[in-house]
């Protein structure tokens, strides 16, 4: 079954470049029927997504963080990153990714419709911001 | 962005109790919702999707419903293993949100 597991520095000082890497494997990455998605978790905010990547590269994120963000993709190692720039102790959150399925669904009334849900997760890294 | 909130916030119950979780949505999100169970140290593991399908795998104790702006999250009897933390999250407009979570506890 597909496993996504988290990698990158537990610890990143301030103004400077948190990067995670999700590596995927039992599945591609390749594959058109899933986004590949980052989320952070704190106490004060509970769960919020970051953003999202698609097999082609395109890419969806948050707008309170899109300025900072960027996740990216490498084929080749099937694993796909995050980027979150100038950081501060409001970033520290444990970061999970997970694979967001987009399950095709038909009918007489609607036609096409989707189904999005994320049914496969990281076990989560956590990443603190400090000098 | 849609802002969804969860009630109670917290909830204690005994084994065997019937358990009703509410989230709603700021605006209609038809039936894009899904549920989530996080146990403390674990990330979040899908149970219902689509406000009403349950995911492979998961007890049918487990089951939601709603559309519009008003959803139900239900555990039929509870079980000591359900001790955890619940989740809704819409997927109707990005950004996706979710709500802020319902702790359940045993009483």
């Known amino acids: 079954q597909v496993q996504l597991q988290e990698s990158g520095p537990g610890l990143v000082k301030p103004s400077q470049t948190l990067s995670l890497t999700c590596t995927v494997s039992g599945g591609s990455i390749r594959s058109g029927s899933y986004y590949w998605s980052w989320i952070r978790q704190t106490a004060g905010k509970g769960l919020e997504w970051i953003g999202r990547?698609?097999?082609?590269?395109?890419?969806n994120y948050t707008p309170s963080l899109k300025s900072r963000v960027t996740i990216s993709v490498d084929t080749s190692k099937n694993q796909f990153s995050l980027r979150l720039r100038s950081v501060s102790a409001a970033d520290t959150a444990v970061y999970y990714c997970?694979?967001?399925?987009?399950?095709?669904?038909?009918?007489?009334?609607?036609?096409?419709?989707?189904?999005?849900?994320?049914?496969?997760w990281g076990k989560g890294t956590t990443v603190t911001v400090s000098s | 962005d849609i802002q969804m909130t969860q009630s109670p916030s917290s909830l204690s119950a005994s084994v065997g109790d019937r358990i009703t979780i509410t989230c709603q949505a700021s605006q209609d999100i038809s039936n894009s919702l899904n549920w989530y169970q996080q146990k403390p140290g674990n990330a979040p593991k899908l149970l219902i999707y689509?406000?009403?399908n349950l995911e492979t795998g998961v007890p049918s104790r487990f089951s939601g419903s709603g559309s519009g702006t008003d959803f139900t999250f239900t555990i039929s009897s509870l079980q000591p293993e359900d001790i955890a933390t619940y989740y809704c999250q819409q997927y109707d407009n990005l950004p996706i949100t979710f709500g802020q979570g319902t702790r359940l506890e045993i009483k």
């Open positions: 997970a694979r967001e399925a987009r399950q095709y669904n038909w009918n007489d009334v609607n036609g096409a419709y989707y189904y999005y849900y994320m049914d496969v």
């Open positions: 689509a406000a009403s």
């Open positions: 990547l698609y097999a082609s590269g395109s890419t």
